[in-house]
């Protein structure tokens, strides 16, 4: 069953750190949401409400052109593996770029990356998590 939290717990941290893979979600007004597929080290907890990952280069940039017209975004992790499980981030984003004191503060979280564009940064507002047994893991596949 799905529960809805306010802040990400211990256990859910635990969860993200241990995920390769995560997506995330933009629209604006009109047009059609943009939902990316992200990976790599590219992925920070800095508090229960806060979350700051790293948008690199290697196609559109769809995610950031939304963000300047409407700041809601949203972050799926799903279990792959080991227990089944979805979480969902919903919150509002902030976009920084080298130029940005922020960029400067943020970036020693991070690996050096080939192909670094910006750093995003959201508010975590609330947390869902559900079942996840819709979500074939590897070793069944």
């Known amino acids: 069953m799905g529960k809805q939290l306010l802040e990400i717990t211990t256990e859910l941290k635990k969860f993200i750190e241990n995920q390769k893979i995560f997506f995330v979600g933009t629209a604006v007004r009109e047009g ?38 409407n700041d809601r975004m949203t972050i ?15 919150g509002q984003a902030r976009i920084y770029h080298e130029r940005d004191s922020e960029f400067s503060s943020l970036i020693n979280l991070f690996p050096k990356i080939a192909g670094t564009r910006q750093l995003i940064e959201m508010e975590v507002d609330l947390i869902q998590t559900s079942c996840g047994f819709s979500v074939r893991s590897l070793n069944e596949l």
């Open 76 to 90: 799926m992790f799903c279990a792959f593996e080991g227990k089944p499980l979805i979480l969902r981030l919903y």
């Open 32 to 69: 059609r949401v943009n939902i990316s597929p992200k990976g790599m080290d590219t992925f920070r907890i800095i508090n229960s409400n806060r979350i700051v990952w790293l948008n690199l280069t290697g196609s559109g940039n769809e995610t950031a052109a939304h963000l300047q017209l």
